[in-house]
């Protein structure tokens, strides 16, 4: 392991989940010295724009910039939302902080508000992370027992409130209008855009949404310095990233990397190459909404926004997902398929129908009884999906099945041609039965009279 | 049959609503708490949370729709959810399903007769650095194989038939 954690060292650390070691290894330093030396919010804001932090939910947008445009001529409440609705398959950095380091987000979570001014900030777990947003909760207390959270804090003057705050399985709620919706109480369907949530977000208040990676790293960035965190990485990437990497490797876990760090390098010396000594057959490198690649372009690229950009995907959320030789790709399409079928809210026709379409298309091909000429079809899908949606979801679910329709195009011409995986060598689903010829109905229906509608209708009324 | 909780959970729930800006906001944290009382949320379920937050029903019912991580029906003593997102099913959660159904009779979506176990899949869980992962009410269990679950699923018998945790 040549590689050591630097922004988040507090992973590392055992314990780190209390107060106690927390501060030992000088936890709560920089909000205590923001409290005292009366550094201004725009001065935080500047540090943090200087350092060219980027959100790590997925968008890259830098963070600075982002806290500048919470309106300050306005008397309603800003709010800070931190998104640990991490479901985006292939990634799970978010979880590994929560669970081992929460007191480093709590702290970058109060400079963060501080830097816009916001009163209240929620921390968003997704529903299932039970075990991490306990520890969060029990955290969150003895912060707020040693008085870095509540009122007056540290004698400062200055109020500052954190809640948690539970989704319930829904992946879409780790865009961030969804977020808001859903924090509302609401069913979460993403707003359309703008007015942007800085502007007008939670309860028609300034709100401002950010990875739980991105806060975490706050603390470190100020502890150290902008050209410290410069060090790393690109001129427009700078720093390290988490990247969470699954599937196929020998050693699979959440790794940080400086950006712009050799992805063969990475590839060959932390994660001990593909498992069982099998080749290298294609990747997905930010988790499943990003285009695949194929070997040589994985290889070639180096770990930043801009580099895998060039090679034809995208960074997005750090989680790679790795597959070998033996992998079924027509499979993979449909596993993709199936999660943003199930997972469209519903909102937009093309993302509703369209994902729906894309599945059960995949589907047919996998029973072999798709059409010749399906793969045609299934382009035009992807054209009627692509940009025209509220959020990405559309778009991510063209993006990968896409790339991967693109770059393997012999292995879903040979499922279509010959009813059977070229990689397994047998169709992953039963046919389905073919119709018979007579099933239109013969005898002309007897259609119920009305009164017979009304009996039904009283019968059949909700009732539970 | 109408569900009420606990008075302590109440106050709890009470407690929760002082956190946001709008009662509309606590329809989530009100229906895990729901969920934790008993494992599902139902109609008589919404019902309660809609009294409780003095908010109109079809609030509650409109989430509760569209959050899957809530059951609207009972699902015995361990829910089993396993994951058979593209990490998972890369590092062979298809056989793991297979096996629940097959070896243990544990057949999807439906509850079985001993009213011990319900199994139903999910998308990603979010921990696919130890794929096959699958869930258990609360819990994750991770990294595992087909001799994991024969355990795993004999210890879940063996707690229940000793009466203990019940």
Same mark, same amino acid.
């Given at each position: ?86 479901s985006e398959p292939g990634t ?79 992946y ?74 699954c599937g196929h ?32 057959k294609a990747v997905i490198?930010?988790g499943s909404s990003t285009p695949a690649m194929t ?18 995907s ?5 989680g790679?997902i790795v597959m070998d030789d033996q992998t079924c790709l027509v499979e993979v399409a449909e596993v993709l398929a199936q999660f943003y079928h199930h997972e469209s ?5 093309p993302c509703r129908e369209g994902t729906g379409w894309v599945h059960r298309i995949i589907q047919d091909i996998e029973r072999g009884q798709a059409q010749p000429d399906v793969k045609n079809v299934l382009f035009t899908v992807f054209d009627e999906i692509f ?6 979801l559309g778009d991510s679910i063209v993006m990968p099945i896409k790339s991967l329709m693109d770059k393997w195009p012999e292995e879903f011409d040979y499922y279509i041609k010959e009813g059977k995986s070229k990689i397994t060598g047998k169709a992953r689903r039963p046919k389905k039965k ?31 | ?10 106050? *709890?729930?009470?407690?929760? /609503?002082?956190? +946001? ?10 229906? $895990?708490? %729901? ?17 409780? *937050?003095?908010?109109?029903? /079809?609030?509650? +019912? ?6 899957t991580?809530?059951?609207? $029906?009972? %699902? ?5 959810q396993v994951c058979h997102n593209i990490a998972c099913n890369l590092r062979g959660s298809e056989e793991l399903i297979e096996?629940?159904v ?6 999807e979506n ?10 139903n899949r999910v998308e990603c869980l979010?921990?696919c650095?130890?794929a096959p992962v ?33």
């Amino acid at each position: 392991m040549a590689l050591e954690k630097i922004v988040f060292k507090g992973i590392d650390i055992p314990g780190n989940t209390d107060l106690k070691v927390y501060e030992e290894h000088g936890g709560y330093e920089q909000w205590k010295k923001i409290l005292k030396d009366k550094i201004t919010p725009e001065e935080v804001i500047e540090i943090v724009k200087k350092s060219g932090l980027r959100g790590r939910g997925g968008a890259g947008f830098p963070t600075g910039l982002k806290w500048s445009f919470v309106p300050q001529n306005t008397k309603k409440e800003k709010y800070l939302l931190c998104n640990c609705d991490e479901s985006e398959p292939g990634t799970f950095k978010d979880r590994e902080i929560i669970e081992k380091s929460p007191h480093q987000l709590i702290e970058g979570m109060l400079i963060a508000a501080y830097a816009f001014q916001g009163g209240v900030s929620y921390i968003y777990f997704r529903g299932e992370f039970v075990k991490g947003w306990k520890i969060c909760e029990a955290a969150l207390a003895q912060a707020r027992e040693a008085g870095y959270i509540g009122e007056n804090i540290l004698g400062s003057g200055w109020n500052h409130q954190v809640w948690t705050h539970r989704g319930a399985g829904a992946y879409i709620c780790g865009e961030e209008t969804a977020l808001i919706n859903s924090m509302e109480g609401k069913r979460g369907e993403p707003r359309i855009k703008p007015p942007f949530p800085a502007v007008e977000g939670f309860y028609k208040s300034p709100t401002i949404v950010n990875n739980v990676e991105t806060l975490t790293a706050v603390p470190k960035i100020l502890e150290n310095g902008p050209e410290w965190y410069h060090q790393w990485g690109t001129e427009r990437s700078t720093g390290t990233k988490l990247w969470s990497c699954c599937g196929h490797i020998s050693n699979p876990g959440v790794y940080e990397v400086p950006m712009g760090y050799s992805m063969k390098k990475f590839f060959e010396e932390e994660l001990g190459g593909v498992w069982k000594d099998r080749a290298l057959k294609a990747v997905i490198p930010g988790g499943s909404s990003t285009p695949a690649m194929t070997p040589e372009e994985f290889f070639a690229c180096k770990m930043d926004y801009e580099s895998i950009a060039e090679h034809g995907s995208m960074l997005g959320s750090g989680g790679m997902i790795v597959m070998d030789d033996q992998t079924c790709l027509v499979e993979v399409a449909e596993v993709l398929a199936q999660f943003y079928h199930h997972e469209s809210c519903g909102q937009c026709t093309p993302c509703r129908e369209g994902t729906g379409w894309v599945h059960r298309i995949i589907q047919d091909i996998e029973r072999g009884q798709a059409q010749p000429d399906v793969k045609n079809v299934l382009f035009t899908v992807f054209d009627e999906i692509f940009g025209n949606t509220i959020c990405p979801l559309g778009d991510s679910i063209v993006m990968p099945i896409k790339s991967l329709m693109d770059k393997w195009p012999e292995e879903f011409d040979y499922y279509i041609k010959e009813g059977k995986s070229k990689i397994t060598g047998k169709a992953r689903r039963p046919k389905k039965k073919e119709m018979p010829d007579n099933w239109r109905r013969e005898k002309p229906f007897n259609y119920p009279k009305t009164e017979d509608y009304y009996t039904d209708f009283s019968k059949t009324a909700h009732s539970n | 049959m109408a569900f009420e909780l606990t008075k302590e959970k109440q106050e *709890l729930v009470k407690e929760v /609503i002082t956190h +946001y800006p709008d009662p509309r906001s606590a329809i989530l944290p009100a229906m $895990h708490i %729901v969920m934790d009382e008993r494992g599902w949320v139902g109609d008589d379920g919404c019902q309660h949370v809609a009294e409780l *937050l003095e908010v109109p029903i /079809i609030y509650v +019912y409109e989430a509760l729709s569209f959050y899957t991580y809530f059951p609207k $029906h009972p %699902v015995g003593k361990y829910h089993i959810q396993v994951c058979h997102n593209i990490a998972c099913n890369l590092r062979g959660s298809e056989e793991l399903i297979e096996h629940l159904v097959n070896k243990h009779g544990i057949i999807e979506n439906a509850l079985t007769d001993d009213g011990l176990f319900y199994f139903n899949r999910v998308e990603c869980l979010g921990a696919c650095g130890n794929a096959p992962v699958m869930q258990v009410n609360d819990e994750y269990y991770e990294d595992l194989t087909l001799e994991e679950v024969d355990k795993l699923i004999e210890g879940f018998k063996k707690s229940s038939g000793n009466g203990k945790n019940n």
